[in-house]
């Protein structure tokens, strides 16, 4: 039986990221009408489980930036989904800090506009 090959961590970070910013670009403003809920639920099950297997100390490197990419899309969501609609509540469950104002708060600055 062949061993199964660890992910890298950096990897796994990087495809939770992509998968988070490919979501709130998703849902980004969308109505409902044009929103596959069956597919909601499983790319925010994704989400989940992948954010789930990071260590606490790797989440907490970038929680903040996780804070705002999914508070702006939890923002997005609640203007047309129940603030109790399992997707909302699984969102919650990534975003440990402050909330972004508004889907289109996009005022934090990136670490790369520092440099």
Known sequence: ??????MHIYQKI??????AGAFEGYVYRRPQAEIDIKA???W??????????LT???RNEFQSSCDQTLGRALKSLVIELDQEHEVVAKLKQMIKGE????ADDFQKTKWFQEL
Do not use: G, I, Q
């Open 1 to 6: 039986m062949r061993e199964a090959v660890k």
């Open 40 to 42: 909601l639920v499983n």
């Open 56 to 58: 606490p100390d790797v």
């Open 14 to 19: 990087y495809e939770f990221a992509a998968s």
């Open 44 to 53: 925010v099950d994704n989400l989940l489980d992948a954010y789930k297997h």
């Open 99 to 102: 909330l972004p104002e508004s």
